[in-house]
């Protein structure tokens, strides 16, 4: 069974695309906002002139968010992990299965 993909009209920078995804048009515009926003913050800077050095420089920033996150989630997974293993610890012996890993 094919995925359905949805066409959704959003703005980057005054310019429209349409988008074709499988996601929420809610989630698509997300995206792109979150985009323009970046693409928004380069121009700010006022340092870039030419429209892809912008875009690259943009999907950096992007890249660095999308990095720190997964470092972050990476973090607060052994950390539960850890306190798991600390609550595993205190309960009586009948009660400390191993969990099953997925």
Same mark, same amino acid.
């Given at each position: !069974?094919?995925?359905?993909?949805?066409?959704?009209?959003?703005?980057? #920078?005054?310019?429209?695309?349409?988008?074709?995804?499988?996601?929420?048009?809610?989630?698509?515009?997300?995206?792109?906002?979150?985009?323009?926003?970046?693409?928004?913050?380069?121009?700010?800077?006022?340092?870039?002139?030419?429209?892809?050095? !912008?875009?690259?420089? &943009?999907?950096?920033?992007? &890249?660095?968010? #999308?990095?720190?996150?997964?470092?972050?989630? /990476?973090?607060?997974?052994? /950390?539960?992990?850890? !306190?798991?293993?600390?609550?595993?610890?205190? #309960?009586?012996?009948?009660?400390?299965?191993?969990? !099953?890993?997925?």
């Amino acid at each position: !069974m094919s995925v359905k993909r949805e066409v959704v009209r959003v703005d980057i #920078l005054g310019e429209e695309y349409a988008l074709r995804s499988a996601a929420t048009p809610e989630h698509t515009r997300a995206v792109a906002a979150y985009v323009d926003e970046a693409v928004r913050k380069v121009m700010a800077s006022g340092t870039v002139v030419e429209t892809h050095k !912008m875009a690259i420089l &943009a999907a950096l920033q992007i &890249a660095d968010d #999308l990095f720190r996150a997964r470092e972050a989630l /990476g973090e607060a997974a052994g /950390g539960m992990r850890q !306190m798991g293993d600390e609550v595993r610890r205190l #309960l009586p012996p009948t009660k400390r299965a191993v969990p !099953m890993s997925g």
